[in-house]
């Protein structure tokens, strides 16, 4: 078997720089050439993972089939290629460290000084090459950026694999920022020359530098980056700003990013394939129809915190031939008296997933909007929860209606903490109030059986889906009589039919709310059927 080769991408000069984009762009294109590749991120933080973070500080949690809560990036990598993302596929500072401190304890050192290097750099290494058995290359993200302290013992074992694994085997991908200063009208390479810089000196020489720049990089900055870097002149690749991150792939393709990467890595393979990319970039831009959804949340001022419903709603309009206009809308602003005001324009109404009872009152007075005005609707997990508490309370007359996250005390706990719970592999789940925050979800895939007399079927065309969850709370069965007899279906559940998965409205055109969350399994190939159908209800 031939032995797996690596791209270790890395970033420079500031945060938010692309790496994500770009690793993920990067195993599109190697899969439209026929390569098999697997794709992995390692963050600085100490956090075991960003279950518990603020999204504000750290944008969306992406859940993999398997359950783990990881970063955004992960998401990314599986809407830009096939690769396998799984518990693997994220590792933290956190990770790390905590499996480290388990084995000494165990006393697998045999009673040895443990230090940084090699005991942590190894367990690094390990991680990675565990993660890309069988693959002909991985692609491996490093968090952060160059010069921070946090991210020294990764680089530092990536290092280490270029000389483990020989340098034929290992390629190193540097992002950084070549920013145009309007005043004295240039393109400044300095930023690039340092961060290289910073990268050189602890031992890692960059093979391509990929430039963040927002217009095409001239001839001699080009010729300038090579001599400074010491990297030729052909792989220093222009990153340009562009309308829709899905015409990255097609842009790096253009300036040969894909062919230096097979040429230093030794490998050989056919053109890639990359009709799929040009449809998409082509509907994207080049719409028929256009449709204005609004997205009622709280943590609208950092669109990062929503990144897969944004591309989720974007892969909607890629199967509808129209434009989706994604306002967002801060859920504490909207009252009884403010509703219309905020969602007049509506022509479909959205509201995610969440945690804490802050903007909950807001998100009820729209869910309620859209239901009485017939706009079509779609709740996800905390939404789909509000769905259940907005119609208990204002059609079937349950007027404490409420959740036991927000209220301990509601006479009419329509969704509640399911203290005893059965896994997909059969073991009894526990959790309660003390519960660690950490771990102590629904996390992951979960197989649902649909009733065929729902919009839901019409959307999936099959009896049974599987979507990936990530909540605490669950519909409380005490409840469901009484709600449906007021007019509320019951369309999707566990297959014990004890867990309700999926509601919807007698009366109403187009209202779904989901306990899952679709939008982690929608491709731009492959537009989740909820998303589609939303969309082509909300187009009319």
């Known amino acids: ?40 991120k390692l963050d600085p933080y100490i956090n075991v993972d960003p279950g518990t973070m603020n999204p504000y500080q750290h944008g969306e949690v992406y859940v993999t089939e398997d359950g783990a809560e990881t970063d955004l990036d992960l998401g990314h990598y599986e809407r830009f290629t096939t690769a396998k993302i799984s518990k693997k596929s994220n590792y933290t500072t956190g990770k790390i460290y905590e499996s480290v401190i388990n084995k000494e304890r165990k006393g697998e050192y045999l009673g040895g000084t443990v230090q940084v290097i090699p005991h942590i750099t190894n367990e690094i290494k390990s991680v990675i090459l565990d993660a890309m058995e069988g693959i002909d290359i991985g692609i491996v993200e490093i968090g952060g950026t160059v010069g921070d302290i946090e991210s020294l013992p990764f680089l530092e074992a990536i290092r280490q694999l270029q000389n483990d694994l020989g340098r034929e085997n290992v390629l190193f991908v540097h992002v950084t920022l070549v920013p145009y200063i309007k005043s004295a009208g240039e393109l400044k390479t300095k930023p690039t020359q340092h961060s290289v810089k910073e990268l050189r000196a602890i031992g890692i020489q960059p093979d391509i530098i990929v430039c963040r720049t927002d217009r095409d990089l001239p001839d001699e900055v080009k010729r300038k980056i090579s001599l400074f870097c010491n990297v030729e002149k052909s792989c220093v690749i222009t990153a340009k700003d562009v309308d829709t991150i899905y015409e990255v792939p097609l842009n790096l393709n253009k300036e040969g990013l894909d062919e230096k990467i097979i040429e230093k890595l030794n490998i050989w393979t056919g053109a890639p394939n990359l009709d799929k990319w040009e449809f998409i970039v082509s509907r994207i831009k080049n719409p028929m129809y256009e449709v204005n959804i609004y997205v009622v949340g709280k943590y609208v001022e950092l669109i990062e915190s929503y990144k897969s419903i944004n591309e989720a709603l974007i892969h909607g309009g890629i199967a509808n031939n129209c434009k989706v206009n994604i306002n967002y809308v801060e859920a504490e602003k909207i009252t009884p008296e403010t509703v219309d005001d905020f969602l007049k324009n509506a ?194």
């Open 347 to 540: 022509e479909g109404i959205l509201v995610p997933g969440g945690f804490g009872e802050r903007g909950i009152n807001g998100k009820i007075e729209a869910i309620k909007y859209a239901r009485e005005n017939k706009i079509p609707f779609l709740g996800i997990c905390l939404g789909m929860q509000l769905s259940v508490i907005e119609f208990a309370r204002n059609v079937a007359g349950l007027e404490d209606a409420n959740s036991t996250e927000f209220s301990k005390r509601t006479k009419h706990p329509v969704i509640y903490l399911m203290e005893q719970w059965i896994d997909e592999e059969g073991n009894i789940q526990y959790r309660t109030e003390e519960s660690a925050l950490g771990g102590t979800m629904r996390l992951g895939a979960y197989k649902c059986i649909l009733n065929e007399d729902s919009n839901t079927y019409k959307a999936y065309k099959k009896k049974e889906i599987y979507e990936r969850h990530r909540h605490r709370y669950e519909f409380n069965n005490d409840y469901r009589e009484v709600l449906q007899n007021a007019g509320l279906k019951i369309v999707g559940v566990s297959p014990d039919d004890q867990l309700v998965e999926i509601i919807e409205l007698d009366d109403h055109p187009w209202f779904v709310g989901c306990q899952f969350h679709p939008e982690f399994k929608s491709r731009p190939m492959e537009p989740h059927p909820l998303f589609k159908d939303f969309v082509k209800a909300a187009k009319g």
């Open 1 to 40: 078997m031939k032995p797996t080769k690596f791209i270790f991408v890395t970033g420079g000069v500031v945060s938010s720089i692309g790496k994500g984009i770009t690793a993920s762009s990067i195993g599109a294109l190697l899969e439209a050439r026929g390569l098999k590749i697997g794709m992995q």
